[in-house]
């Protein structure tokens, strides 16, 4: 009986060691086949791409709001970048106009044909024989020649009449502050005067004519500047 039992036993082992050998063979069973799948998604395969997790899928998102929203600041940048741009274009046209206009400002317009007969300064007056200041320049000319605008500015007096005190038919345009002083010019002994009180001239304007009206001894126009009130040398500013 034990005999019997050895050799079931025997059998048995036998058998299940054959078995073993048969599924090494043996292609893999289902178990076998989902485990390997199992294995794939875990290691990640050539074939299938992992799935991304819920972690993988927020640092994507974040990822890509990050990238847009650096666009949209690249693009605001540029904008107001723009607009500085424009803003710098029109600040150098206008200090340009400015440099220009005090281009212009510092150049005085010759006022009528003709050289200075009579400069500024202390003399023996031509009529009344004695010394004193002439203060202003004697220009030109004939009677009737046209006077023009020594500098651009608004006409404050008109004298179309009389004597004046010497001066004759005259007037007086004020320019304006001429690098940090105000500038004033006086045009005495006219003919006809042809502007208004208030009027706004441009450098180069016609204002009127030369004449000999008033204390003169000829036809010439006296030129007066005023610096801050004071009768200057006209020739500092006006050049022919
Ligand atoms: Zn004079």
Redesign the pocket.
């Given at each position: 009986m034990a005999g019997g039992i050895a050799a079931i036993i025997t059998i048995t082992a036998s058998t299940s060691h054959s078995m073993g050998v048969a599924l090494a063979d043996q292609p893999p069973t289902r178990v076998a086949a989902a485990d390997q799948a199992r294995q794939q998604r875990v290691n990640g395969s050539a074939e299938q791409p992992p799935t991304p997790t819920i972690g993988e899928l927020v640092a994507q998102r974040n990822q890509l709001l990050a990238r847009s929203s650096d666009r949209i600041e690249a693009g605001r940048q540029q904008t107001a970048l723009a607009a500085r741009q424009d803003i710098l274009a029109d600040a150098a046209e206008s200090v340009e106009e400015e440099a220009e206009r005090l281009r212009n400002l510092s150049t005085f317009y010759w006022p009528t044909d003709g050289g200075v007969s009579?400069g500024f300064g202390y003399r023996i007056h031509p009529i009344l024989g004695i010394r004193r200041l002439?203060n202003?320049a004697?220009i030109g000319g004939d009677c009737g020649q046209p006077i023009w605008a020594a500098q651009a500015g608004t006409v404050t007096k008109v004298a179309p009449t009389g004597y004046n005190g010497g001066s004759g038919r005259n007037i007086r345009i004020d320019h304006g502050e001429i690098d940090g002083n105000d500038i004033q010019t006086a045009y005495l002994h006219m003919n006809k005067i042809e502007v208004k009180v208030g009027q706004k001239v441009n450098k180069g304007d016609r204002i009127g004519t030369v004449g000999t009206t008033g204390l003169s001894t000829g036809c010439h126009l006296?030129l007066t500047l005023y610096k801050n009130g004071r009768a200057s040398d006209p020739l500092d500013y006006i050049k022919k």
């Open positions: 009579s002439h202003g004697d006296h």
